[in-house]
């Protein structure tokens, strides 16, 4: 029996793969061939979407320095998804909470508002060059119909019968709640009717809202023009529930052809559609296990209920949480299947999931614009503990670097056929249970060539490298040579994780450490970058990708 450590700090959490006598299944050489002459509309950037849900980590100085870098990493604007933005309290963060405190009432019931929180966390988005994508909610305790006991005792429940999940006692004090707010930004904040993003509650079809679903369709209808009596043209969608199911039909339905009960009128306006949608993840036999199929599966049921409705034929769709699992704030300490988080895996599983996604919303003929990552940081935590996170302690994950490549594929889409694809159709029958999917994203900006390549699997088990075998048609202008440039995730690339491990899982990193991790986390190259010579409009290259890993080579002229 033979044995891989995938994601640990030895201390005190250990995820070890074990299997028995058997490599998985790796092809032989995969043929990958780009076809640069050919190239075809703009690639779509779905992935500049991020969130996590402690608002008041936003002000820290981690969370600041992250904001930043997925900032520039992303040549799209940056969108930026918080939790409790409206929640009662002292504006002190602690796992699954966070508070603002904007509104409370004085002893004789009048509203008494304050920005001050709110503030900080919306100055600290604009200033990083992220924008908002702003939740409304969830209910301050003295608008709750039922403000006792107000807030969750612990971070995973149980959450029923607590007031920060009621309905408003007064609808009239919530519309002017959104006013108020409305009103506040836009004097505060240029643009911001025009390019912020707006939404109403979290997952209302789950245990987040105790009212029924009625109360949530009313509570939209007067959010919604509330907020656009003060922005007329501000981006308002929703429902973000957790599933497609229902819920969602049942919303959508109402706001297409029912009637409003504010306005008298058919319909209820709806700028965007957001829905969730997470993979699935287990640990048994002694490894981790992901699945690719499970989320999408969600993405093609949640397109398939919006392509039902003509009238939202167009309306861009926000998957507000798409991710491999739930439960970003368990870390793998308490729950060893999320070890994936620290390690490359989670980077590959994201790039295929970006690409397919995007096949898939073609396929539907539907408008996705965005597929949200629900992991950012979490602030003064244990080193690696297996929380999805981009960051730890201010040190960028294998992941992250994904994103960094995703960033680069600006340009016009290329024809990309591998090999080594296992492809949507398949995906989304069996998953990627046998053979790996080596297969990638190209892109073309007149200067140069760019081509992102995965090898993915669910299965977190050891595997042989697949040997590649890149074949890249060029335009004739490219002339008779490429500079090329071959950037690697993997075990030893762009892998801040595999260094902390090898200076033995630090939780208090001297400087000449935190040096060492903060060159590991950059995004590495395989080699020196190069000159090649161009045959009859071609370049071929050769090398190979380890299981899990990720390159993005870049040729220019």
Request: charged share 25%; aromatic share 10%.
């Amino acid at each position: 029996m033979r044995m891989m450590s995938i994601g640990v700090r030895k201390c005190f959490l250990m995820v070890v793969v074990v299997f028995a006598g058997r490599i998985c299944a790796q092809p032989s050489t995969v043929s990958v061939r780009v076809d640069a002459t050919q190239a075809g509309k703009p690639l779509k950037h779905v992935w500049q979407y991020y969130g996590y849900d402690e608002c008041n980590y936003t002000t820290t100085p981690d969370c600041k320095a992250l904001m930043r870098t997925v900032a520039e990493i992303n040549p799209e604007p940056v969108y930026l998804r918080q939790h409790f933005l409206l929640n009662s309290g002292d504006g002190i963060a602690t796992p699954k909470w966070s508070s603002t405190n904007v509104y409370t009432e004085d002893s004789s019931g009048n509203p008494v508002y304050d920005w001050r929180i709110m503030d900080g966390i919306m100055d600290a988005v604009t200033a990083s060059g992220c924008r908002p994508l702003v939740e409304i909610g969830l209910m301050p305790k003295d608008l709750s119909v039922r403000p006792d006991p107000y807030r969750p005792p612990k971070p995973f429940g149980p959450n029923e019968g607590v007031g920060v999940f009621f309905p408003p006692k007064d609808y009239e004090k919530w519309a002017e709640l959104i006013r108020r707010w409305a009103r506040h930004t836009k004097a505060r904040y240029n643009n911001a009717e025009e390019i912020w993003l707006w939404e109403l509650w979290n997952e209302p079809d789950i245990f987040y809202f105790q009212g029924t679903y009625e109360d949530y369709e009313k509570l939209f209808e007067y959010t919604e023009q509330a907020l656009h009596e003060v922005m007329p043209a501000a981006v308002f969608g929703g429902p973000h529930v957790a599933g497609v199911g229902k819920f969602l039909r049942r919303f959508l339905t109402h706001c297409a052809r029912e009637k409003n009960s504010l306005t008298g009128k058919t319909g209820t306006r709806l700028d965007y559609i957001g829905f969730h949608a997470k993979g699935g993840i287990d640990f048994k036999e002694g490894y981790v296990r992901m699945s690719m199929r499970g989320q999408l599966q969600k993405h093609q049921r949640g397109f398939a209920m919006v392509a039902g409705f003509p009238e939202f034929r167009n309306t861009p769709i926000i998957i507000g949480e798409a991710d491999p699992d739930g439960a970003a704030g368990m870390p793998a300490s308490l729950s060893p299947e999320r070890g994936y988080r620290n390690v490359p895996a989670y980077g590959a599983y994201v790039a295929a999931m970006m690409k397919y996604s995007l096949d898939l919303a073609e396929a539907e003929k539907v408008n996705l614009k965005g597929m949200l990552t629900w992991a950012f940081m979490f602030d003064g935590m244990p080193w690696f503990d297996g929380y999805r996170t981009l960051a730890t302690n201010g040190i960028h994950k294998p992941v992250l670097n994904a994103f960094k490549m995703l960033g680069r594929l600006k340009g016009n889409e290329l024809s990309l056929t591998s090999s080594g694809a296992v492809g949507l159709d398949e995906i989304l029958k069996a998953s990627v249970r046998s053979r790996p999917d080596i297969n990638g994203m190209a892109v073309a900006d007149g200067q140069s060539v760019k081509i992102l390549i995965w090898n993915y699997h669910d299965y977190l088990v050891p595997s042989e490298s697949a040997p590649i075998q890149l074949k890249v048609k060029l335009p004739p202008d490219f002339g008779s040579k490429a500079r090329v440039t071959h950037y690697r995730i993997d075990e030893t690339h762009s892998n801040a994780y595999a260094k902390w491990l090898e200076l033995d899982s630090p939780q208090n990193p001297d400087a000449q450490m935190l040096a060492a991790l903060k060159a590991a986390m950059e995004l590495q190259t395989l080699e020196p970058t190069r000159v090649i010579d161009i045959s009859d409009n071609q370049v071929s290259l050769q090398f190979d990708l380890p299981r899990f890993g990720l390159s993005l080579i870049i040729l220019r002229k």
